[in-house]
């Protein structure tokens, strides 16, 4: 099977732009391009106007109400903000902080910060599917906590939090609960109503553009935090800086095609995953599944292949565009940190592949991916034992 190019299984890293989108947000990069601060004429009044719909859209989709939605952009500064902004505001009731060792570095590196200016961060370990147990942060929590923050759905084995229950553990002793919904957002149900104070979303997840995110903060009771960028108090004062308005405006769309697609894209989804799985774990032996099989996104899959160099395998799936784990740590020759706290043996972390399967996704794509992959694995352990045996 020839191909112009690989086929793209790496959505957890970014997800293509769907045309639906490009769409609605062609007329904002060209005609109608004001600036949404511009308020004594009409193109900025149009480009407000743009913001506000697309604000409430994206809060309707969280159960949440307009003025809760911040722009930003992206997960990284949503997670920073939220972050830095909510331990810092909290300072005076308290000092301590929670999270776990499998966030993603746009948690943990926030956290770090924090310990460095003299806060107490409890980093939870998961169980050995990634899965943060309620008794677990319940343990964790002081009379001096102010913040826990743990990931809605796991950015490399696919693993989800049960966020609702932690929410409502935080919230019945006064904690703020923040979690990094940018995986989850637009795939899994997401209700930010029941405890829920602080959400981080990204738009390029979800088939939207790069470059935007939003941060969702609880208004009732409102939730306090110190502003990380300065210069103009856009978003009530929370996060200056010019609207992206075509960004807005693409994830917004990008919301309100993920919801309409629901149910019915999870389910095709998942049985593209399960094929996936199927099909390679029936061809080969030595072979592990990461993360919450019954608890996961639909289109994640880990897998994890014994008796053969990692890098060797990552580079013999030229037609296929996978990775390692997490686009943010693939440059380090370091096993991933997240497979590392699910107790995976160094040698057998090295050697896994993150599939991400998306909203374009074929059954011939996966079928072609399958035999792919069992083709190269077969052909290096070959390799490996005829070098062990000579």
């Known amino acids: 099977m020839t191909r112009k190019r690989p086929v793209y299984l790496d959505h957890q890293a970014t997800t293509p732009l769907d045309p639906r989108v ?5 007329p904002w990069l060209t005609r109608d391009f004001g600036n949404a601060a511009s308020r004594q004429h009409a193109f900025g009044w149009t480009a407000e106007s743009a913001v506000a719909a697309a604000r409430d859209e994206i809060a309707a989709t969280l159960g949440a109400g307009p003025g809760e939605v911040v722009f930003t952009s992206g997960a990284t500064e949503s997670n920073n903000l939220a972050i830095l902004g909510a331990a810092r505001a909290a ?113 390029h997840k979800l088939y939207g553009p790069k470059g935007i995110g939003a941060l969702y903060v609880r208004a009732r009771p409102r939730v306090a935090l110190s502003p990380i960028v300065f210069g103009g108090g856009h978003e009530g004062g929370l996060r200056s800086g010019t609207l992206n308005v075509p960004g ?13 697609g629901g149910d019915a894209e999870r389910i095709r989804l ?39 160099d990692g890098e060797r395998l990552i580079g013999s799936l030229r037609d296929l565009a996978v990775s390692s784990g997490s686009a943010c740590t693939t440059a380090s020759a370091e096993p991933s940190h997240v497979l590392r706290a699910l107790g995976v043996p160094e040698a057998l972390a090295k050697a896994t592949i993150r599939f991400g399967l998306g909203r374009f996704t074929t059954r011939a794509e996966v079928d072609f991916a399958a035999a792919t992959v069992v083709e190269a694995v077969r052909r290096l352990r070959a390799e490996r034992e005829s070098l062990f045996s000579a």
Not at 248 to 260: D, L, M, Q
């Open 91 to 203: 300072r005076e009731r308290g000092n301590h902080v929670v999270t776990s060792a499998v966030e993603h570095r746009a948690v943990l590196d926030p956290c770090r910060q924090l310990a460095a200016e003299g806060f107490e961060v409890t980093v939870l370990a998961p169980d050995p599917t990634g899965r943060v147990a309620v008794e677990a942060v319940a343990g964790a929590l002081t009379r001096r906590t102010v913040l826990v923050s743990l990931m809605a759905a796991n950015n490399e084995v696919g693993t989800l939090n049960p966020v609702e229950e932690i929410a409502f553990l935080c919230a019945g002793r006064g904690i703020l609960f923040h979690t990094d919904a940018a995986q989850a957002f637009g795939k899994v149900p997401l209700d930010v109503t029941r405890g829920v104070a602080l959400a981080s979303l990204s738009a």
């Open 270 to 308: 998942a049985a593209l995953r399960e094929s996936l799985d199927a099909a390679i774990h029936g061809a080969l032996d030595g072979v592990t599944r990461n993360g919450n099989p019954a608890e996961a996104l639909p289109g994640n899959l880990s897998l994890s292949f014994a008796g053969i």
């Open 22 to 26: 490009l769409e609605a947000m062609l």
């Open 248 to 260: 807005i405006v693409g994830f917004a769309a990008a919301v309100r095609i993920a919801r309409e």
